[in-house]
């Protein structure tokens, strides 16, 4: 698979040369391949949004560090950003901060006007972009944007993004505070524009259950610095070097390595709650 | 003088009362919390949890029925005070309820509120710091501090007003998981020292340590009992689109595969117990 | 992005913590003698005095243990409105009413005087005064103690019915919440800069642009203040926040020698400064 995105050695250290300066990373790297979910894991504080912004030029690498996403080296100053901000699609993880618009219709369209999109076009595009994340174009697109639920903010906010068309869409904590109704519809979301849309993804999450359904890799953060990285599950099978970093496995792990202790020969790997039902169902009936 | 603790009649509530849009939240409803009880509210977002939340301590006012906090009303303002004095709350957003820039500074807002004299206000303070475990913080901005330790701070802040009673609102939603395992434990420690708790959440393993859950669906109750009874309804919480907390899930699944489960299974150290007592015990 | 994190890294209203004999002051002696300066500086109209006072404050903020750099940095997204406003009393302000008004330049409607140059220079030297001393205050003094500080001086006013001790806390909560919107206020650029909203290559010169955008991200922000203020003030009153009424406090206030030193130093400093005036040193 190709890789989309690769982040070398980044470094930021946020208001430096001032005396409340703190370290957010130091020597984190990351890549993205075409057409997966990946995610981005560790306990807060390890710099996962920080390293996002390295994505779409809202940072750049300075002494050190190498960034090239879709072939664009944003350590170069002649690097198009403008164009690399509307092939990666970046999601704050709170929706307020991202709309501004009055209306939703007008804050959706605003990224394909930007780009100098016609009238008909921009139409077009904020309706199938309201579609996808279950806007109902009629009712919402007159609507005062902050005068929406919390979880009709976060489409909209969603929807804006995917009004830009990108290739790589980012999601910084999609899903945090939702209930389990709406984390369900995000991801259900999420695998549709992976399968039908061919946008490649990239999720951070605290929540390693997400995690062990959605991601086809993962990167493990911890202090500033990537400790681990791979697929899913050769990244969950290590659950002693996931502990010293703060991190659990999934429920569903944490199960299974707890009735492997208890005696029961059950094969450890398993990530969801079905596979542990399997494995736990193979054990029983060897 | 009988009554129960926090008793809650034919409740209903509707944003907006007054105007030509009102919004509806809670429907008639009817229910006793106990003195030393830890009650789990959950739902979905609209379900109306975080209202009746408010209503526990006259944030909001009922617009039908009654709340009455040891006897007293909640319409009678005159009453609010010693009400909030026994029902603390604490909210989802430690950074929007912290007031000042010194950590024991904040945990004193309240009982200063009051008018605690020095000697016990100093003692209070103390006890809250060392409760939830922030005493080395205790001169630093909350700033500094982890979630973690916000939402740590926030409870102590609740607690050096001495409740009855703590309400939650969501308080972990926003922690990463170790953060909220520690927030639970110290609810547990609370409870076992003598305080009722009222933990709204939609995290299912939130609930199991509670004495009873309550479920709600579009402002009424929807199921009620305890932990154990509550998730053994699979049909009803299908129904409603929660989940089982995860060993009760796969306990679920290996139920209808055959294998001899109890249905009120929720915990891992049951299934385990369960599981690798009788080894190929079922089909 | 540089311009959106200045209020990030405003030094106004930030407490940092050290350890200096003006961080242990009182802060009521630090509230009025902050407040007699500053009526020093306004007082003084001279080069020479506002030499001498410009080297005073910067010896407090040096004893205070604060970086003069740092402080003189969150100025900095503030220059070009300072600059214009320099310029245009260079050119226009011809004087007042003093008798020794020297003309040194004139082109059309545009006229250089020496007093006009004078009230350049000296203005500016008073606006870093104010800078320092607004610093020196809030850098050296916690919100809480500010709080405490001041509501314990307007108590008396409590009488004729002044809510001191709600102004206080109003204004400690504004003052904490700065960062606080800053990163807001960052985090929302970022994010419609991601969508396209070019906020790059802009310098701090181009005024109208900068304008217009900054309304944008206003929007978001004023939102975001309102929908925190709400949930503040329920977190206040389920904490039976009711006024300073009867409220008592964890950490008592108590003068102390070098609190009276300082008052007294400022108070004479004034009648100094009002006597220099009156007899024309300048």
Redesign the interface.
Known sequence: MTVIAELQDIRHVYLSNTPLATVALQGAALSVHQGEIAALVGPSGAGKSTLLHFLNGLLRPRATGHVCVFDQDTGDPHSDIVALRQQVGLVFQYPHQQLFERFVGDDIAYGPRQQGHSHEQVTETVRWAMQTVGLDFETFVDRHTFSLSGGEMRRAALAGVLAMRPQLLVLDEATAGLDPRGRREIHHLLRHLRDEEGITILLVSNDMDEVAELADRVTVLHEGQTVMQGLTREVFADRQRLAAHDLDLPAAGEIVHALREGGLAVDLGAITVAEAEEAIWQAMTR | MDHPFIRIENLSYTYNAQTDAPIPALRQINLTIARGEYLSIV????SGKSTLA?CL?G?LIPTEGEVLIDGQPTRNEDAL?PI??QV??V???P????????V??EV???????????DE??RR?DDALIATHLWEWRKH?P?HL???QKARLAIA??LA?APDCLVLD?ST???????RRNVLALLQTLHQDGLAIVAIT?F??EVVPADRVIVMERGQIALQGTPRDVFAQHETLDRL???LP??A??AR??RQ?G?DLPPGLLT??E???H??QG????? | MASYDALRHLAIGQYIPAESPIHRLDPRAKLVATGLLILVVVVITGYLTNLLMLGLVLGLVLVARLSPRYILASIVPALPVIIVLALLQLLFYSGGSESTVRVLLTWGPVRITNAGVRMVIVSLMRFVDLVFLTSLLTNTTTTGALTHGMESLLRPLSTIGLPGHELALTGAIALRFLPILGEQLESIGQAQASRGVSHQAQSRWRLVRNARQLAALIVPLFVDVYRRSEEMVMAMQARCYQGGKGRTHLNELRFTGADYVALAASALLLAVAIIAQRVGIW
């Open positions: 739902g979905h977002n609209g408010k301590n944030l005070i909030r004095t603390g709350m909210f989802q957003n950074d929007n309820q912290f007031v000042t820039t010194v024991e500074d004193a807002f309240g009982p200063e509120n009051l008018g605690v004299p020095r206000l100093r303070v901005s700033r982890s979630a973690g802040a609740t007003m969501e939603a926003m922690l990463d998981p170790v953060s939609h299912m393993e689109g929660l989940n995860p060993a899930a796969i699944g290996l595969r294998i891992t150290q299934l385990v117990r599981l690798t080894k190929g015990a079922g089909a």
